[in-house]
């Protein structure tokens, strides 16, 4: 997948989806976690400065090859990895329990990172996320750790689910839990951005759309 064809392709989809989004006062997220060097040094080279990856290892590694980039962890955290997150992520998008909150925060050093705390708004308790009911609770937990900066909140909106709700619900907790304040609101993905953007979703995370076939993931289907 390195011809010049696939380069400029990738290109162009990346120009864009960036313009849409950007025309709803939003910012992409390129979601390189299957994407190989190649594709992400191009975008780079293009201007893109925001990627996300859900592999705290692979987020340090890329971090360090492309330090002018913002890199945000998306995944969710064991706590063996807290370091890598606590070192090398401009934002943790999936915070969702207040133990491994306090493992990164042992690990942060002389800045204070921004965060999101997931929601599970799926009423499925097998998914990632705190619970719409515990989310004050653990809001309020993490006024103890001066480390960590709650600055919005983030959601996956489950394929079985109306999109279009499930953002709109966070709208509504976001504008709650932060006094009306316009804190960040992470939500949509490739499938669903559309409808992320149209409820005033402030980050979308766009992975397989962008890189098309330099999704590693089909070639090995």
């Known amino acids: 997948m390195e011809s010049i064809e696939a380069r400029l392709a990738l290109l162009e989809r990346w120009r864009q989806l960036n313009d849409e989004v950007q025309r709803h006062g939003a910012r992409l997220l390129a979601v390189s976690k299957y994407a190989p060097d190649e594709a992400v040094d191009a975008l780079v080279e293009a201007g893109c400065l ?4 859900s592999r705290p290892q692979r987020l340090r590694d890329r ?5 002018c980039c913002a890199w945000h962890m998306i995944g969710p955290l064991q706590r063996n990895k807290a370091k890598y997150v606590a070192r090398h992520a401009t934002m943790w998008h999936s915070l969702e329990d207040i133990d491994t909150a306090r493992a990164v925060a042992r690990y942060v ?15 499925d308790p097998q ?11 653990l809001y309020q937990e993490l006024g ?10 983030m959601t996956m909106a ?8 499930i953002f709109s619900r966070l709208r509504r907790l976001r504008d709650e839990l932060f006094d009306g304040s316009l804190a960040e609101l ?3 993905m490739s499938h669903d951005f559309h409808d992320a953007l149209q409820e005033g979703a402030s980050m979308v995370r766009i992975g397989s759309l962008l890189f098309g ?3 590693i993931r089909k070639s090995l289907r």
């Open 144 to 153: 103890d750790i001066p480390e960590l900066k709650p600055v919005g909140l």
């Open 186 to 188: 992470s939500m949509g």
């Open 109 to 123: 050093q002389d800045r204070v990172l921004p965060v999101l705390i997931q929601v599970n708004l799926s009423d």
């Open 63 to 67: 971090s360090q090859r492309w330090p």
């Open 127 to 137: 998914r990632h996320g705190v619970s719409p009911r515990q989310l004050p609770q």
């Open 50 to 53: 925001d990627f996300a990856e």
């Open 213 to 215: 076939d330099w999704d």
């Open 158 to 165: 489950p394929l079985h689910m109306n999109a279009r709700d």
